[in-house]
C-alpha cells in the first residue's frame, strides 16, 4: 500500500474511533438517564453494537499502522 493511502486509513479510521467513542459516552449517559425501563435494552443493543464496531476499527488501525491491511 502506498504511503499516501497509509496516512488516509490511518486518518479516517482515527476519525471514526474518535466519534465511536464520543457514541458511547452520549449513549451511557442517554441510557442512565433514560425514565422508561422498557427503552434501556434498545440502548445496551445500541452500545454493544458501537463497542464491536469500535474494536474492528482499533484492529483495522493497528493493522494498517504495521503494513498487515489488506482488503
Known amino acids: ?7 488516509w486509513l490511518i486518518s479516517m ?3 471514526e ?6 457514541n ?7 441510557r442512565l438517564g433514560c425514565n422508561n425501563p422498557e427503552e434501556i435494552p434498545a440502548y445496551d443493543e445500541a ?3 458501537f463497542r464491536e464496531y469500535q474494536e474492528v476499527l482499533t484492529n483495522c ?6 503494513g498487515t ?3
Request: proline fraction near 0%.
Open 13 to 15: 479510521f482515527s476519525s
Open 24 to 30: 458511547i459516552k452520549n449513549y451511557e449517559q442517554w
Open 47 to 49: 452500545l454493544e453494537n
Open 1 to 7: 500500500m502506498s504511503e499516501a493511502v497509509k496516512i
Open 61 to 66: 488501525l493497528k493493522q494498517v499502522e504495521e
Open 69 to 71: 491491511f489488506n482488503v
Open 17 to 22: 474511533l474518535e466519534e465511536t467513542e464520543q
